[in-house]
């Protein structure tokens, strides 16, 4: 039988063997180092006269594709931002970066934040708030060098948050797309359920029903 015990008190240099017969043996150019040096050297000159591949940061600024997530941002719509400040962000977000207040207003969302914060220095650019949002109102930007003087300026606020709906058109392109996929293909969901916001409702249809009328409505016209 084993005995375990073996070895505890004074640890031994590679316990299971010292036998080294399967290892390669160097032939004597491979001992000599030099001619691996001088091959070295050839393929860093041959590298000279190959184009260039890296970029001159910051004079030269790399463009990343839709897919890249940057620091997320609040989309900025006709003026005003889309959040409700339903929360869910906040409660998605995994390093509890977010932080907001909502506040009641007159216009027909009835709610928006008063105040909405993303402690950068907290961020991890997981997309998570971007995926849980129901109105499409923060997604990842292109944006990916931030730079702080201090861990006040880190706090990012609705001013420095919010963007254009024109400037972040790439991104929302490509969250239609790649969202829309799953319609009818692992669940037999219609896209037209997704219709959720006040926002959809009023660009799509300007009828100012609600959307279950909406949606019996068109059902209603379609079977006609
Ligand atoms: S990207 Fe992730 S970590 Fe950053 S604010 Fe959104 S949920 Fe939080
Ligand atoms: S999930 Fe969207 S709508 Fe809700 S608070 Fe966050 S950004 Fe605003």
Redesign the pocket.
């Known amino acids: 039988m084993t005995d375990y015990t073996q070895n505890l008190d004074r640890p031994v240099r590679n316990a299971l063997t010292e036998n080294s017969d399967n290892e390669r043996k160097l032939t004597f150019l491979e001992r000599l180092y030099l001619p691996e040096i001088f091959k070295g050297l050839a393929f860093s000159f041959k590298q000279m006269f190959k184009p260039d591949i890296t970029m001159r940061y910051p004079e030269e600024r790399w463009d990343p594709p839709a897919i890249f997530?940057g620091?997320?941002v609040l989309v900025k719509d006709n003026g005003k931002e889309r959040c409700v400040a339903c929360g869910l962000?906040a409660r998605?977000?995994?390093?509890?970066?977010?932080s907001m207040q909502a506040s009641e207003t007159d216009d027909e969302k009835e709610r928006y934040p008063d105040f909405f914060e993303?402690n950068m220095l907290?961020?991890?650019?997981?997309?998570?708030?971007?995926e849980v949002c129901p109105e499409e109102a923060?997604v990842?930007s292109k944006d990916y060098d931030l730079v702080f003087h201090s861990r006040g300026e880190a706090i990012y606020d609705k001013e420095k948050l919010l963007v254009p709906k024109e400037e972040l058109k790439e991104r929302l392109d490509f969250l239609k797309s790649y969202k829309n996929r799953q319609f009818g293909q692992f669940w037999n969901y219609k896209e037209e359920n997704n219709i959720h916001s006040v926002r959809n409702r009023d660009e799509n249809w300007d009828t100012g029903l609600s959307i279950v009328d909406i949606l019996e409505a068109k059902n209603d016209k379609e079977t006609n």
Do not use: D, N, S, T
Not at 122 to 128: N, T
């Open positions: 997530r620091r997320p962000c998605a977000c995994p390093p509890l970066a977010i993303i907290r961020c991890i650019y997981c997309g998570f708030c971007e923060i990842m």
